[in-house]
């Protein structure tokens, strides 16, 4: 199959080049364009238009794959296709799909014609089809010129309603697409003059200090020869909410007490309010009932307050003009602050320690001087047994031990051995402390 034609290929070029000395076996006239596109289309947009380009092509070249139709669109190439029956089954990308995605474009390749299957408005310009066989100069057919007539429309729909903020500079767009461009007028109502202080600018109304007198409705219409087309946008006067009494903190507040935060708010329409704590909006069914009291007035009251209740409440003022929100902070102040505090239970524990370790001191100190005493008391009883056995001597050494040391010679040396170790001892136990 393909060698075939190739082979007939070969003999058609070596034919053509035989040609400048002999005449050509295909004449020029079997490769034309019979019709062209139309020279002036006018279309609606939305419906299909069809632009012909019906050519004639002897067998042979039709079967090449050397031949190429050709769409351009002011001068740029729209849309190719290659003619030979072979092209659809070259592993080469099909041309007319390379160029620009539209699924509203489709180039028939039997017979030429390129299809709108509905026309836009961008689609208006110059049109013509072209023939390219290789190695001959592309053969063109004549301009057509498509005028695409737009739909009158707005563009885009003007929304039903619009709220302006009371006092401010505000404007409302109306703008109309179509053939041919379209006037655009605004009207109050249906047919009165425009309030004072508004006025249209080229479809845009102007509102210089919004006020209440100017609300209503407004109409925008647009024409032109095609007809007319209207929109109503209904004007509404409004004010942003805004806080007259707004809740005040941070609160602090005993447990068992009664918490109470107020917010009260203004605007046009009239703003509702809804509390919240810790951003999770309060409603029956996440508050206690009997303890969340949500007041008309906007305040918030909570009985016998809980340590859970402590947290950031928040108000929210809200109405189609906007919303706002401010929140406070309570605080809840535990009766069982003592044991329940941490830094008193640190603090407690401390003092007990210090106490503990003051009892031991001292203990030891006591301890310590018992000791020395009961050591003196018995060197005193074996110097009395030794010396003289006195029973007044026993006493005395008692209540005067450092008289008795004094006189007791014999056994001093020990006795102060003894007692400087005991002193020392004593000395750490004051270090200690
Ligand atoms: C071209 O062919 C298509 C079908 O493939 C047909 O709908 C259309 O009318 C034809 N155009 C012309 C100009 O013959
Ligand atoms: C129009 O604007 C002027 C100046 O801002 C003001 O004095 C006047 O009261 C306004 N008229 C109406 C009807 O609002
Ligand atoms: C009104 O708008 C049109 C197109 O949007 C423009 O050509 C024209 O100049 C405008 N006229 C004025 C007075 O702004
Ligand atoms: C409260 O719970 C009931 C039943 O589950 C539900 O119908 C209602 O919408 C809830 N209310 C709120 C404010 O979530
Ligand atoms: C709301 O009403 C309650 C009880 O009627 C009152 O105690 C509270 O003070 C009121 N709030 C304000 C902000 O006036």
Same mark, same amino acid.
């Given at each position: 199959?393909?060698k075939s034609?190739?082979t ?10 035989l ?14 364009i ?6 002036q ?6 419906s299909?238009?069809?632009?012909? #380009?019906?050519? %004639? ?8 794959n ?15 296709? *290659?003619?030979?029956? =072979?092209?659809?089954? =070259?592993?080469?990308p099909?041309? !007319?799909?390379?160029?620009r ?6 180039l028939?390749k039997?017979?030429? @014609? +390129? ?9 208006a310009g110059?049109?013509? #089809?072209?023939?390219?066989?290789e190695?001959?100069?592309?053969i063109? @057919?004549?301009?057509?010129s498509?005028?695409?007539? *737009?739909q009158l ?23 109309a697409?179509?053939?041919?461009p379209?006037?655009v007028k605004?009207?109050?109502?249906s047919q009165?003059?425009l309030?004072e ?8 109304l ?6 209440? *007198?100017?609300?209503? %409705?407004y ?5 032109n ?5 209207s929109?109503t946008?209904?004007?509404n ?6 806080? =007259?009494?707004p809740?005040?903190?941070?609160g !602090?507040?005993?447990e068992?007490?009664?918490? $109470? ?6 605007g046009e329409?009239k703003?509702?309010?809804q509390?919240? /704590?810790?951003?999770?909006? +309060?409603?029956?069914?996440n508050?206690d009932?009997?303890r969340?009291h949500?007041? *008309?007035?906007g305040?918030l009251?909570?009985?016998? $307050?809980?340590t859970?209740d402590?947290?950031?409440?928040g108000c929210?003022?809200?109405? @189609? ?6 929140? $406070?902070l ?5 009766? /069982?602050?003592a044991?329940? @505090?941490i830094? =008193?239970r ?5 003092? #007990? ?6 009892v031991?001191?001292l203990?030891?100190?006591l301890w310590y001087r018992?000791?020395r005493?009961?050591?003196k008391?018995? +060197?005193?009883d ?9 029973g007044?001597g026993?006493?005395?050494?008692e209540?005067?031990? #450092?008289l ?5 010679? /014999?056994?001093?040396?020990? /006795?102060?051995?003894e007692?400087t170790i005991l002193e020392q001892e004593?000395?750490?136990a004051?270090?200690?402390?």
């Amino acid at each position: 199959m393909m060698k075939s034609q190739i082979t007939v290929w070969r003999l058609l070029s070596s034919a053509l080049i035989l040609g400048s000395v002999r005449a050509s076996p295909i004449p020029s006239a079997e490769v034309s364009i019979v019709e062209g596109p139309q020279p002036q289309l006018t279309a609606k947009e939305q419906s299909a238009v069809q632009l012909p #380009c019906a050519y %004639q092509l002897p067998d042979v070249l039709r079967q090449s794959n050397s031949v190429t139709l050709r769409w351009r669109k002011d001068g740029k190439t729209l849309r190719q296709v *290659e003619l030979g029956q =072979t092209s659809s089954t =070259t592993s080469e990308p099909q041309l !007319e799909t390379m160029v620009r995605e539209d699924a509203r474009l489709t180039l028939r390749k039997e017979n030429g @014609s +390129l299809h709108f299957a509905g026309v836009l408005a961008s689609d208006a310009g110059q049109y013509q #089809c072209e023939l390219v066989v290789e190695g001959r100069p592309a053969i063109s @057919s004549n301009s057509g010129s498509l005028e695409v007539i *737009e739909q009158l429309k707005f563009v885009p729909q003007p929304q039903p309603t619009k709220n302006l903020e009371l006092g401010s500079v505000s404007k409302v767009h109306c703008k109309a697409q179509g053939t041919p461009p379209p006037q655009v007028k605004w009207m109050r109502e249906s047919q009165l003059p425009l309030p004072e202080n508004v006025t249209d600018h080229n479809g845009t109304l102007v509102f210089r200090g919004v006020s209440n *007198e100017q609300r209503g %409705q407004y109409t925008c219409m647009a024409s032109n020869s095609q007809g007319q087309i209207s929109a109503t946008v209904s004007i509404n006067v409004v004010v942003a909410p805004k806080f =007259t009494v707004p809740p005040v903190g941070p609160g !602090e507040i005993s447990e068992g007490d009664i918490a $109470v935060m107020h917010c009260q708010a203004t605007g046009e329409p009239k703003p509702t309010i809804q509390w919240d /704590k810790d951003l999770t909006y +309060l409603n029956e069914n996440n508050t206690d009932p009997a303890r969340f009291h949500l007041l *008309e007035n906007g305040t918030l009251e909570i009985h016998n $307050v809980q340590t859970e209740d402590e947290g950031r409440y928040g108000c929210t003022i809200g109405s @189609s003009a906007g919303l706002k929100r401010e929140e $406070v902070l309570l605080v809840v102040k535990s009766n /069982k602050s003592a044991s329940n @505090s941490i830094i =008193t239970r640190i603090i407690i524990v401390i003092i #007990c320690l210090a106490f503990l370790y003051f009892v031991l001191v001292l203990g030891l100190k006591l301890w310590y001087r018992y000791r020395r005493h009961m050591g003196k008391v018995q +060197l005193e009883d074996a110097t009395h047994a030794a010396v003289d056995g006195d029973g007044d001597g026993h006493e005395h050494a008692e209540h005067e031990p #450092c008289l008795t040391e004094a006189n007791s010679s /014999k056994n001093l040396k020990s /006795k102060l051995r003894e007692s400087t170790i005991l002193e020392q001892e004593s000395q750490v136990a004051d270090d200690i402390v």
